[in-house]
């Protein structure tokens, strides 16, 4: 059996030596994840650890982010890392280096919650009443993250392909993975079922009456779900989530734009933000706006409707419009991974395809509301499906513009290739280069090299 030690030299000499990618960096506040589980605070710590390793770079701090939409057509790269430029161009190696540091910033977040799993349920400790919550969130964290893996690295949108992802589950004791078991790569419906598993199982230990936008709580874990669902087309599921989200949960949209995109916290439609703080900032001004490494691509600006008030959060500036909801330099930029609007527009999406025949009038009202609230008139009715299609795949590149959606909805449709011209293989990007290298079993995505 192949070591993962030798994908962390390559890919630590990698980092060091040949790019100095300053967008992956670890947060000053991070907690170690390897403390042994003793009693139910060494439990709250280690979970914390998770969520500060969330944190890093290149997975919420603002790679996973802002990648999504620079490989899509909601940015453009004008700035001199090659990692970026060949996201940006579409034509992704296999050793590009994000996908690489990406791999295993998010596999150490499934293996400290593999930790917490493993090792909650057993720990001696009477005074720890917090127990089911923590096992929870754990198993949150971790459906979150094969998500986040499969749906860059997996035929997410083919529940019949073999090309899921590499289901680890069980703790490794290293937990900066000198060792890791040598996995072949699991169906995409076998990495699916583990996601909703860990979902059902998690909701069941939080209930209800577990409130937090600032972690994953009952509510954002049910949102999660929804967006899974949705992914998956089990549409009558994602229908009834989103539902439940938005009519018993506690957030609400906001009437001022602000309140969603300038806020130094976390705004009312907030179903779970990753937070930040001010000694521990993430890099979205940075690289959004300070820096030309994210700039708005031209195509996303001319997509606003007259009239429309999120025009106003794309501002020009040194020569290239900016997403001004990353602008402020004194707010310590959260990830807004899961909020309200969203949940109207899936369940819009739902709406129309839980039968067996769609129905594209039922999705205008929900479309509407998100389409109101930015000072929009109605749009529909929709007599066909592909007039639906279109007016939900624009509001939601509008909605959710710089927060990381649009090539995975690009995909969903199989709209790669009509608006990206790209091939149709490249709608998942390559495993990793030294992932191939330090495995016998691990399987590359059809169409791309091997090392």
């Known amino acids: 059996m192949k070591k993962l030690s030798i994908t962390l030299l390559f890919t630590a000499l990698f980092v060091a030596l040949s790019s100095c990618d300053v967008l992956d960096t670890e947060p000053e506040t991070s907690l170690d994840p390897s403390a042994a589980l003793v009693d139910g ?14 944190q890093v ?11 999504n939409d620079l490989i899509a057509d909601n940015a453009r790269y004008q700035g001199f890392f090659d990692s970026q430029l060949e996201l940006d ?13 990406a791999w295993v910033s998010i596999y150490s977040v499934v293996n400290i919650a593999n930790q917490l799993i493993d090792g909650v349920p057993t720990i001696d400790d009477e005074t720890f009443a917090t127990r089911d919550r923590v096992l929870g969130e754990a198993h949150a ?9 499969l749906r860059v690295f997996g035929e997410h949108f083919d529940t019949g392909s073999s090309y899921g992802m590499p289901l680890l589950l069980e703790p490794i004791e290293n937990n900066d993975f000198n060792l890791i078991p040598d996995l072949a790569r699991s169906s995409v419906a076998d990495t699916y079922n583990q996601i909703v598993s860990d979902l059902d199982t998690a909701l069941q230990l939080m209930g209800e009456g577990y409130v937090d936008n600032t972690q994953l709580s009952y509510w ?3 949102a999660l779900r929804a967006r899974v669902n949705l992914y998956r087309q ?14 018993s949960g506690p957030a609400v949209l906001e009437d001022d734009l602000d309140n969603v995109y300038l806020t130094t916290g976390t705004s009312s439609e907030s179903i779970f933000d990753l937070v930040f703080s001010d000694q521990d900032q993430s890099a979205y001004y940075t690289f ?25 959060y794309i501002e020009f500036v040194r020569g290239s419009d900016r997403p001004v909801k990353w602008s402020d330099p004194d707010n310590a930029n959260n990830a807004k991974i899961l909020r309200l609007a969203e949940m109207y527009l899936i369940r819009s999406e739902a709406a129309v395809y839980r039968e067996a025949t769609p129905a594209p009038a039922l999705g205008a009202d929900d479309i509407n509301v998100i389409r109101n ?4 008139g109605d749009a529909g009715p929709f007599t066909t499906e592909e007039e639906y299609i279109d007016a939900l795949l624009q509001e939601r590149r509008i909605e959710l513009n710089y927060e990381g959606h649009r090539f995975f909805d690009l995909v969903r449709y199989d709209r790669v290739g009509d608006v990206l011209g790209r091939d149709d293989f490249r709608k998942v990007l390559p495993i990793p280069r030294d992932e191939l290298l330090a495995s016998d079993n691990l399987e590359q995505n059809p169409n791309y090299p091997l090392p």
């Open 220 to 222: 954002s874990t049910l």
């Open 89 to 101: 161009s579409g034509s992704v190696p296999i050793s590009n280096l994000w996908i690489g540091n």
């Open 234 to 247: 089990d549409y009558a599921a994602a229908f009834d989530d989103a539902d439940e989200v938005i009519n």
């Open 141 to 149: 964290i971790r459906a979150l993250a094969y998500f986040d893996l």
């Open 373 to 376: 609230r930015a000072g929009l």
């Open 288 to 312: 959004a706006y300070q820096r030309d490494e994210y700039n708005v691509d031209p195509s996303l600006t001319e997509a606003f409707e007259d009239g429309d008030a999120r025009r106003n």
């Open 57 to 67: 770079g290149s997975y919420y701090g603002i790679e996973y982010t802002l990648n």
């Open 41 to 54: 605070a060494s439990a709250q710590a280690v979970l914390l650890g998770a969520y500060s390793r969330m």
